[in-house]
């Protein structure tokens, strides 16, 4: 989709994911790949677009379910499932950035900060600006949030770090999933980017955090893991939802369908094999090999989201809601 393009790197979510729990046993870790930096910045650029794809996916699947299209909803499923267990996380494999838990923490927690205390507020001060007074509530709200994660990944790595410390560090609570409203985008001037960007963000810290844990509970800290999950579930269920639903992410199911092809077969034509040639004039082989294989995924992709689209009333449900990760 076109949002998909638009990465949002600068957003300093320091990229440090691991696959799903049974991918990060220290038995299955393989030896790092040296790769070039124009490379290794591809891979992170890849891994914020197949975290959005799969957010987005979700959510589109709610609205094709709550339009009774559940052939449709089935599609945006399983395409978000591979978005998310299969791109995402071979990425993440393939880049070996998964760190030690102390080293994920630290990750986090300079994410956190920047967004608490640079992205978040100068998104809000540009939503003042551009007169969209409900983008600036939330983005203020979310720079709070962030601010405590911040404070939570801070209290578990002394834990970690310094045997005497309280090992009771707070982990937050999970937070369900929120509807997000179906419609049109509510922001004008540079807050739509803005919310794209955040959107990026969001989704790939919800991925990043569900990996981390994983990576703790495997090393023997569940608390860790508990922590991880509980920010994960926020910054999925409730940042990226109240984003999304200022953004107007969601349309009626016809207009997601040819959202969804546009950005399929903008990754498969265009962003990918650019990514792979990149990676060939750069020596990286085994990226390139991998680039190529997601853009011929991503074609599949577009091709089945295509048959679909254009068969279904473009129906406009006013809310439905998000289904629990």
Do not use: W
């Amino acid at each position: 989709m076109r949002a998909r393009s638009a990465l949002g790197v600068g957003l300093a979510v320091v990229v440090v994911v691991s696959a799903p729990a049974v991918a990060y046993a220290a038995g299955d870790r393989r030896e790092p790949v040296s790769i070039s930096p124009a490379t290794q910045a591809d891979a992170v650029a890849a891994m914020h677009g197949e975290a959005y794809a799969y957010a987005a996916y979700r959510a589109y699947a709610a609205q094709a379910a709550d339009d009774n299209l559940e052939t449709v909803a089935k599609l945006f499923r399983k395409t978000a499932s591979q978005e998310r267990y299969d791109h995402f996380a071979g990425l993440a494999r393939f880049t070996d950035l998964v760190g030690s838990d102390v080293d994920n923490l630290t990750d986090a927690i300079a994410g956190e900060r920047y967004e608490a205390t640079v992205m978040y507020p100068a998104f809000a001060r540009q939503a003042q600006r551009d007169g969209c007074t409900a983008a600036a509530e939330v983005f203020t709200e979310l720079s709070g949030d962030e601010k405590h994660h911040a404070q939570r990944f801070a209290a578990a790595r002394d834990a970690l770090t310094d045997p005497g410390a309280d090992q009771q560090f707070p982990v937050g609570e999970r937070i369900p999933a929120a509807p997000i409203p179906a419609g049109s985008p509510r922001c004008t001037g540079q807050t739509p980017a803005n919310l794209d960007s955040a959107m990026h963000g969001e989704a790939f810290a919800s991925l990043k955090y569900a990996l981390y844990a994983g990576h703790a509970q495997l090393a023997g800290h569940p608390r860790l893991a508990r922590l991880f999950r509980a920010a994960r579930s926020q910054e999925l269920n409730e940042h990226f939802a109240e984003e999304a639903a200022l953004a107007g992410l969601v349309r009626s199911t016809d207009e997601n369908l040819r959202t969804a092809v546009a950005g399929e077969q903008q990754e498969a034509t265009t962003t990918y094999p650019a990514y792979r040639d990149r990676a060939a004039q750069h020596g990286d082989s085994d990226a390139a090999q991998l680039f190529n294989e997601l853009a011929q995924d991503e074609a599949v992709h577009a091709s089945r989201f295509a048959c679909l689209s254009g068969s279904v009333p473009g129906r406009h449900t006013h809310v439905h809601g998000q289904p629990q990760s």
